[in-house]
């Protein structure tokens, strides 16, 4: 199952036609998703940093207070420009800018973040 955290419903949208094979679960809190995911492990997270409420960054810490959430990969994608280097440590397997990013690559990511959950490590 793949976590994706976006408030903006144009994106959700974009994410569900782009991933329409896999199982999604979409929120639009942080909060309410690391609140969810207490309950159900996901496979895969892809996170927007700038929420409305908490910032991506809060999610982040908080699932890294998490054993289990805290090894689960992480995408972020976001109008935010970041260094993949700086997120590693969050468990943050790939970063992609929206303005630039093309919907092969965040596939790519998914499927070897997804691999890598079978396999029982972080993808590269």
Known sequence: MIAIIEDDRGWEDYYRQLLADYDLRCFHDGLAAVRWMDETLPDVIILDILLTGPTGFAVLNELQSYPELARVP????????????ELVKYGV???????EMMPAELQKSVQAALEGARD?????
């Open 93 to 99: 397997v790939a970063v992609y800018d929206k303005s």
């Open 74 to 85: 992480v995408i972020v994608v976001s109008s935010v420009q970041l260094s993949p280097q």
């Open 120 to 124: 029982g490590k972080k993808a590269a």
